[in-house]
């Protein structure tokens, strides 16, 4: 309602410590470093393995991310 979009928005969920929502709890497990802060990404493949992480720094456009989903695609 308040951003006005048409994908299902989802409530805000626990990325560290001890109430970490299961998702983050793989992802971290899967990169081996806790979340430091908002817009941490993470690419996963067609059989659900992490194969590269990305922190909020690096955009979406960057050439790092369009190399690493180009190598995934292999």
């Given amino acids: 309602r308040k ?4 994908f299902p ?3 805000k969920i626990s ?6 929502a ?4 793989f992802l971290t497990d899967a990169t081996g470093s806790e979340i430091q802060w908002n817009f941490t990404k993470f690419l996963v493949d067609k059989d659900g393995k992490v194969v590269a992480r990305f922190e ?4 979406p456009e960057s ?3 369009a190399e690493a989903i180009e190598k995934a695609l292999r």
Avoid: F
């Fill in 56 to 59: 909020p720094k690096v955009t």
């Fill in 9 to 11: 928005m989802y409530s």
């Fill in 22 to 25: 299961p998702l983050y709890q």
């Fill in 15 to 20: 990325v560290k410590g001890d109430d970490k």
């Fill in 3 to 6: 951003y006005n979009v048409s």
């Fill in 63 to 65: 050439p790092d991310v």
